[in-house]
């Protein structure tokens, strides 16, 4: 059995046995099967094949349309391609998360650098004793006899950051950054408070008293 | 039961673009003429395909596969060669389930003496009976490429793209089955 070495008509053989050429080239290939025993019997075979499956079983259309998804109407300019991935969102978001958190740090990080001290911006400075100080002698430095502390705080301004009566100052910063100048300026108003008098707390003390619950029992 | 089948044609004119078109507008008649239209070619590519029962169904669920993955049809190729490629897809993953379930059983050797078997009995002619037996002994990539060609006039081009080959390997597989169905038929 040998095969047509015409292989342009042999290749528009199954388009002749299904009915799909045009006029023209249906006539023509049907001239060339006219005088070639191989393509005749080939269409033949086309043909038998064609009829032995031409058999199919019946469907039923309207329950296969019926079992089919509903369209979803998208409204007008609605993205209508494949839907996007949702790791790309995750990643997207992830990176959004991570450029907010960075700038936030960064923002926090330079308003500190600019507005606040980088240590504890208060010195402690003990309380000095006026009432027993006399002329010529020094004052005596440290808690009063009664205990009460007296500490007062000065900052770095030298200003008072409270009112003189409670006699503390708050110090911004620490006594390293001063110069000769301002360590001077500094004792200088250190020297002015303790000069003046220095009223009595008239502030509660601040302890918490605990209440005694008698139980009855000696 | 499967019994003789006219092809539901359309009385719609409209292209598969049209239809799908309208039916992304919320036309269902649109889905029901495109079921019409391409149901039988389905049916026949199936049972080619060696698929004895159930016909009915694997063509619903390759609609409604087909239909909810609509969005992603390019109209590169006819609407009717990705249905085929979907359903083709659909009868492979069967066909490996059952062959989970036999156990080991050649799937191949059981769907051609089955297969046989059961077009045998609405086939009477018996010259469509040695062709159905020539075609049946083709192998399953050969056996596709050639019923596709041949009965449903799909292009290399298109058969390449329905069983996931290429344009020259769909040629060389359509030749080699029609001479091995020639030489069982004649020789």
Partial sequence: ?????????????????????????????????????????????????RSAYAVTPTVDVRRIAAALPKAVLLPEGAHKG??????????????????????????????????????????????????????????????????????????????????????????????????????????????????APVAPSEEPDPTPVLPVIKTGQP | MTRMAQDHEPNDDSTDLELIARWKAGDERAATSLVARHA????????????RTDVDEVVQDTF???????????????????????QRRLILDRRRSERRRRDDTSVDDVDAATEFDALDEIVADEAESRVKKAVDQLSRLQKEVFLLRVNEGLSYKEVAEVVGSTEGAARVHYHNAMRAVKESLYV
């Fill in chain 1, 1 to 49: 059995m040998f095969d047509c070495a015409n292989v342009e008509m042999r290749e528009l053989l199954p388009e002749l046995a299904a009915g799909t050429l045009d006029d023209a080239t249906r006539a023509r290939v049907e001239r060339h099967i006219g005088s070639c025993a191989e393509c005749a019997s080939e269409l033949e075979t086309l043909r038998l094949v």
């Fill in chain 1, 82 to 195: 494949p839907p996007v991935k949702r790791w790309v969102d995750w990643r997207v978001a992830a990176a959004l998360t991570m450029i907010s958190v960075g700038g936030l740090s960064l923002a926090l990080a330079h308003r500190r650098s600019t507005e606040a001290p980088p240590r504890d911006s208060t010195v402690a400075v003990p309380s000095v004793d006026t009432s027993s100080a006399q002329p010529g002698k020094p004052a005596v430095v440290g808690s009063p006899p009664g205990g009460h502390d007296t500490t007062r705080r000065i900052n770095r301004s030298g200003v008072p950051a409270t009112p003189p009566p409670k006699a503390q100052l708050a110090f911004a910063g620490g006594m390293d950054d001063m110069d000769d100048t301002s360590i001077k300026a500094l004792l200088g108003a250190l020297d002015e408070m303790d000069r």
């Fill in chain 2, 40 to 51: 039988p070619a389905l049916a026949r590519f199936a049972i080619s395909l060696g698929q």
């Fill in chain 2, 64 to 86: 409604v596969r087909a239909f909810g993955s609509l969005h992603s049809f390019r109209a590169d190729s006819s609407l009717r060669t990705w249905l085929f490629t979907i």
